[in-house]
């Protein structure tokens, strides 16, 4: 497998992971944070669980943007192979 390619899948790979791990992260602050402290007097881990769903959210994002990059390059690899064979 050409290295090219074995990069693309791995960005893609990874990508997808870390985004699973973010939404995870986010699940958890409002599964833990959040849902738990609804109506009580001390609502204080709502503001304290912040720095989970910061990481959720980064992590979101970075494992779209990974995925984007894998899935572009990919196809640029592609279009780059028709454009030799044609000429």
Do not use: C
Request: without cysteine.
């Amino acid at each position: 497998m050409n290295l090219k390619k074995l990069l693309n899948y791995l960005s893609i790979l990874s990508g997808g992971t870390i985004t699973l791990l973010g939404v995870a992260f986010v699940l958890i602050y409002v599964w833990e944070g959040v849902v738990p402290n609804i109506g009580k007097p001390d609502q204080s881990p709502i503001f304290w669980y912040l720095p989970i769903f910061f990481l959720g959210l980064f992590g979101i994002f970075g494992g779209v943007a990974l995925m984007v990059i894998g899935i572009n390059s990919k196809r640029n690899i592609k279009r780059n192979k028709r454009i030799k064979n044609h000429n």
